[in-house]
């Protein structure tokens, strides 16, 4: 259903390389001020840019991207991996919703939150 999400960030270079990365991905779109990076065009994306209005990017207050790990131990691997290209820990890996919901929280160098989750 979703197409892609995008992200404000301030270095457009070093977005791409946390997300392709992170993602195992490929830059697909590049037009200067904003690429969109993933597996593959018919699948969902990320998109990375420098704001339009050439004002400083800024998270969303209860706003968060989250991506399916697979499984508990993908979303473990996912969240090493962010923590390793340089995210913060915004929520150690662990189960939650009365075990129905596995998720692990990281702020990306720019201070976007992402989760990385299994439902199980």
Not at 68 to 84: F, M, N, R, T, V
């Amino acid at each position: 259903m979703i197409g892609y999400t995008t992200l404000g960030v301030k270095d457009l270079d070093a977005a791409k390389k946390f997300y392709t990365e992170l993602f195992g991905a490929e830059v697909l779109v590049d037009v200067g001020r904003l690429a969109m990076i993933g597996k593959s065009m018919d699948q969902p994306k990320i998109a990375v840019c420098v704001p339009y209005n050439d004002q400083d990017p800024h998270p969303g207050n209860g706003i968060m991207v989250a991506f399916p790990g697979g499984s508990k131990e993908g979303a473990d691997k996912l969240y090493k991996k962010a923590i390793e290209l340089g995210a913060s820990c915004d929520g150690e890996p662990g189960q939650r919703i009365d075990g129905v919901f596995y998720g692990a929280y990281v702020k990306d160098p720019d201070g976007n939150k992402l989760c990385f989750f299994d439902f199980s």
